[in-house]
């Protein structure tokens, strides 16, 4: 796996501005077609993506990286990390039977499509047949 180091000299490096600087430079690589993040950790806030539960919290997230295709690892100011994969040789996934839809007060929900074409009502309003509440946790899922 490639490594590179991004230095940023502009204040405020959240998480946000780090992997839009990261996804800048992995889409520049040329053996990465389709770039596509499968780990990345925020050493500021000791967050990470994947959790695996019972294996070292500390590399965890890193060794799921290199076990599932990473080829291009990017350290942002020594604060964050991602390791990018590339997605270019898997075919599309699609269409989904799901959509996000949000109710009048702006909870968000996953609906099935066919059963919000079934129900006899607004398709873009969620309803308790065809769609399921998401809260904080599970919204990030979707």
Same mark, same amino acid.
């Given at each position: 796996?490639?490594?590179?180091?991004? &230095?940023?000299?502009?204040? /405020?490096?959240?998480?946000?501005?780090?992997? $839009? #600087?990261?996804?800048?430079?992995?889409? %520049?690589?040329?053996?990465? $077609?389709t770039p596509v993040v499968v780990a990345w950790h925020?050493?500021?806030?000791?967050?990470?993506?994947?959790v695996l539960e019972g294996c070292a919290r500390e590399?965890? +997230?890193r060794d799921y990286g290199l076990s599932h295709g990473?080829? #291009? !690892? $990017? &350290? $942002? /100011?020594? !604060?964050?990390?991602?390791?990018? @994969?590339?997605?270019? @040789?898997?075919? =599309?996934?699609?269409?989904? =039977?799901?959509?996000?839809?949000? &109710?009048?007060?702006?909870?968000?929900? #996953?609906?099935?499509? /066919?059963? #919000?074409?079934?129900?006899?009502?607004?398709?873009?309003? =969620?309803?308790? !047949?065809?769609?399921?509440?998401?809260? !904080? +946790?599970?919204? %990030?899922?979707?």
């Open positions: 796996m490639k490594t590179a180091h991004i &230095d940023h000299s502009g204040r /405020n490096l959240d998480y946000r501005t780090a992997s $839009v #600087l990261a996804a800048s430079l992995a889409e %520049k690589d040329m053996e990465i $077609v925020d050493k500021k806030t000791s967050r990470m993506s994947p590399t965890s +997230w990473g080829k #291009l !690892e $990017v &350290d $942002v /100011n020594g !604060e964050f990390e991602f390791i990018f @994969a590339d997605s270019g @040789a898997f075919e =599309p996934y699609g269409p989904s =039977p799901y959509i996000n839809l949000y &109710d009048r007060h702006g909870n968000e929900f #996953l609906c099935q499509i /066919n059963a #919000l074409r079934t129900a006899s009502h607004d398709t873009k309003q =969620p309803s308790k !047949e065809a769609c399921t509440a998401l809260d !904080e +946790w599970t919204s %990030k899922l979707t």
